[in-house]
């Protein structure tokens, strides 16, 4: 092993202290380090290679429903941000200003995008002017500034990259159809490449975005028993139309007002990842969006022919995966503790004996399954392998989140439930008042987290005031 490489260091264990273990992974592995600016964050590559594999896909799947890729500004006039009043108010305390530019002070104060609904609305009103410029399916990758008291890295920091799509309709149904269609796109995505099984749902009033007529959100239940929300998608209605005056003429020569709708994911996803899908050695990445999906470990590389069918094996699997070899002097124990920090799905170790019986070994960084496998069988193994391990995380995680999900008729059962069991989603039903909502949450330290589309009878009355239920409502600890 080369004298300047130390072992991979521990990290603490997650039952013993889970903050720590996430704040161990996303160091060691290499996902971020601190800057001088508090609450932001330097990506890495191997972060930011993971990003890119999301932004990959989930591009691919946003073009797919024809929605097209824009660039808005990052500055934002303060009298175009005030022209919605409860979109400005949800996001008042988040602002950073600019109010200087080079040494003179501004005319009007700049708001450092924390969203851009209002730089589309202005947008929208000045090309659309009849239904044939309709509907506008619009897209953008950028970062946004939100100045959050109190950070952790990818969670939520000052500043973060995301997608926004922002789209304007003819009509409300078109708006709400396209606004529960983002949301099937991120469920899918998120299933389907991150291997995390999420509950769709609706947001109360209280918890839906400002400016929003209606929010609906992917929850997702982290290895320790918390919520994250992966993902959110907004019905404005035509509020954000009149405020900015987007009109078009109909087909019957009157003028309408759009319907409008955004919706966006960000690197928070990453966060996701690690807590659904880390274990005490590390990452554990979904192979969809591992930046190595397949290492390669030549075994006593030393011995002739070692690295000469190592590097033939990477040429060869580089057409159907993602492929490393590492070839560097650390010794074989350092290197599987390395990749397996870094949660590459499959481990491929090639040694002398292997080559003379043509196989090699693989093993599964989920569960650390070996398999010898016929090195004439390889581009079929793969990818097999490859599928295995996104199955076997996504079913971890759902039995994870079945194990951890509990349905209650009464406020007593919460925190005994909690207690009893870890923390998890509590199904309870809910009249709809929001003073129960406030209630359920002082008193058994859970929120809301959806109305999930699948409802769910638990009881005919409200979990805190015993009048007729309405809803049946997730409720949970969240980050």
Same mark, same amino acid.
């Given at each position: 092993?080369?004298?300047?490489?130390?072992?991979?260091? +521990?990290?603490?264990?997650?039952?013993?202290?889970?903050?720590?273990?996430?704040?161990?992974?996303?160091?060691? *592995?290499?996902?971020?380090?601190? !800057?001088?600016?508090?609450g932001?964050?330097?990506?890495?590559?191997?972060?930011?290679?993971i990003?890119?594999?999301?932004?990959?896909? &989930?591009?691919?799947?946003?073009?797919? %429903?024809?929605?097209?890729?824009?660039?808005?500004?990052?500055?934002?006039?303060?009298?175009? $941000?005030?022209?919605?009043?409860?979109?400005?108010e949800?996001?008042?305390?988040?602002?950073?200003?600019?109010?200087?530019?080079?040494?003179?002070k501004?005319?009007?104060? &700049?708001?450092?995008?924390?969203?851009?609904?209002?730089?589309?609305?202005?947008?929208?009103?000045?090309?659309?002017?009849?239904y044939?410029?309709?509907?506008?399916l619009?897209?953008?990758?950028?970062s946004?500034?939100?100045?959050?008291?109190?950070?952790r890295?990818f969670?939520?920091?000052? =500043?973060? $990259?995301?997608?926004?799509?922002?789209?304007?309709?003819? %009509?409300?149904?078109? +708006?709400?159809?396209e606004?529960?269609?983002? $949301?099937?796109? #991120? %469920?899918?995505?998120?299933? =389907?490449? &991150?291997?995390?099984p999420?509950?769709? /749902?609706?947001? !109360?009033?209280?918890?839906?975005?400002?400016?929003?007529?209606?929010?609906?959100?992917?929850?997702? &239940?982290?290895?320790?028993?918390? +919520?994250?929300?992966?993902?959110?998608?907004?019905?404005?209605?035509?509020?954000? *139309?009149?405020?900015f005056?987007?009109?078009? !003429? @109909?087909?019957?020569?009157?003028?309408?007002?759009?319907?409008?709708?955004?919706?966006g994911?960000?690197?928070?996803?990453?966060?996701?990842?690690?807590?659904?899908?880390?274990?005490?050695n590390?990452?554990?990445?979904?192979?969809?969006?591992?930046?190595?999906?397949?290492?390669?470990?030549?075994?006593?590389q030393?011995?002739?022919?070692?690295?000469?069918?190592?590097?033939?094996?990477?040429?060869?699997l580089s057409?159907i995966?993602?492929?490393?070899?590492?070839?560097?002097?650390?010794?074989?124990?350092?290197?599987?503790?390395?990749?397996?920090?870094? /949660?590459?799905?499959?481990?491929? =170790?090639?040694?002398?004996? @292997?080559?003379?019986?043509?196989?090699?070994?693989?093993?599964?960084?989920?569960?650390?399954?070996? %398999?010898?496998?016929s090195?004439?069988?390889?581009?079929?193994?793969?990818?097999?392998?490859?599928?295995?391990v996104?199955? /076997?995380? #996504?079913?971890?995680? $759902? *039995?994870?989140?079945?194990?951890?999900t #509990?349905?209650?008729?009464t406020?007593? =059962?919460?925190?005994?439930?909690?207690?009893?069991?870890?923390?998890?989603?509590?199904?309870a039903?809910?009249?709809? @008042?929001?003073?129960c909502? @406030?209630?359920?949450?002082?008193?058994? /330290?859970?929120?809301?987290?959806?109305?999930?589309?699948?409802?769910?009878?638990? +009881?005919?009355?409200c979990?805190?005031?015993?009048?007729?239920?309405?809803?049946m409502?997730?409720w949970?600890?969240?980050?």
């Amino acid at each position: 092993m080369a004298e300047n490489k130390k072992m991979v260091e +521990a990290i603490t264990s997650m039952d013993e202290d889970f903050a720590k273990w996430y704040t161990d992974i996303v160091k060691k *592995a290499e996902l971020i380090e601190y !800057t001088s600016v508090k609450g932001c964050m330097v990506i890495r590559p191997y972060g930011y290679a993971i990003w890119e594999n999301i932004q990959r896909i &989930l591009d691919g799947m946003f073009k797919q %429903t024809g929605h097209e890729n824009v660039n808005m500004p990052m500055f934002i006039p303060e009298s175009l $941000l005030q022209k919605e009043k409860d979109h400005v108010e949800g996001f008042a305390p988040e602002v950073a200003w600019v109010t200087y530019g080079g040494s003179e002070k501004l005319e009007e104060r &700049l708001c450092v995008r924390p969203t851009s609904e209002t730089l589309f609305c202005e947008h929208f009103a000045n090309i659309v002017h009849s239904y044939r410029d309709l509907p506008k399916l619009y897209n953008q990758w950028v970062s946004v500034v939100r100045w959050e008291k109190t950070t952790r890295p990818f969670l939520r920091s000052r =500043e973060f $990259l995301w997608q926004e799509g922002h789209t304007i309709h003819a %009509t409300a149904e078109e +708006a709400i159809e396209e606004t529960e269609r983002m $949301l099937n796109v #991120y %469920t899918r995505f998120c299933e =389907e490449s &991150l291997a995390m099984p999420v509950v769709q /749902g609706r947001k !109360t009033d209280s918890d839906k975005f400002a400016g929003a007529e209606a929010t609906y959100c992917i929850e997702a &239940l982290m290895h320790d028993g918390k +919520a994250l929300q992966a993902g959110t998608s907004h019905y404005f209605g035509d509020g954000f *139309a009149k405020a900015f005056d987007i009109t078009f !003429t @109909d087909k019957n020569n009157k003028m309408q007002f759009v319907h409008e709708t955004s919706w966006g994911v960000t690197t928070r996803l990453i966060g996701a990842i690690i807590m659904t899908h880390g274990d005490d050695n590390g990452l554990v990445l979904p192979p969809a969006v591992a930046p190595i999906q397949v290492v390669i470990l030549p075994i006593a590389q030393h011995k002739p022919g070692v690295l000469d069918k190592a590097a033939q094996l990477k040429e060869r699997l580089s057409k159907i995966a993602r492929v490393k070899l590492d070839d560097s002097d650390n010794s074989p124990g350092w290197k599987f503790s390395e990749y397996e920090m870094k /949660g590459v799905p499959l481990r491929l =170790e090639i040694g002398p004996r @292997d080559i003379e019986q043509n196989q090699c070994v693989i093993v599964r960084r989920d569960n650390r399954e070996k %398999t010898v496998v016929s090195l004439d069988e390889l581009e079929q193994k793969i990818p097999e392998l490859l599928a295995a391990v996104h199955d /076997g995380l #996504y079913q971890k995680a $759902l *039995a994870n989140r079945e194990a951890r999900t #509990y349905a209650c008729t009464t406020m007593e =059962e919460i925190p005994a439930a909690l207690e009893k069991n870890g923390d998890g989603f509590i199904k309870a039903m809910w009249c709809g @008042d929001e003073a129960c909502e @406030d209630k359920v949450k002082e008193v058994t /330290g859970v929120g809301s987290r959806c109305i999930p589309f699948k409802q769910e009878k638990l +009881a005919d009355t409200c979990v805190c005031c015993g009048k007729p239920a309405q809803h049946m409502v997730y409720w949970g600890k969240a980050y």
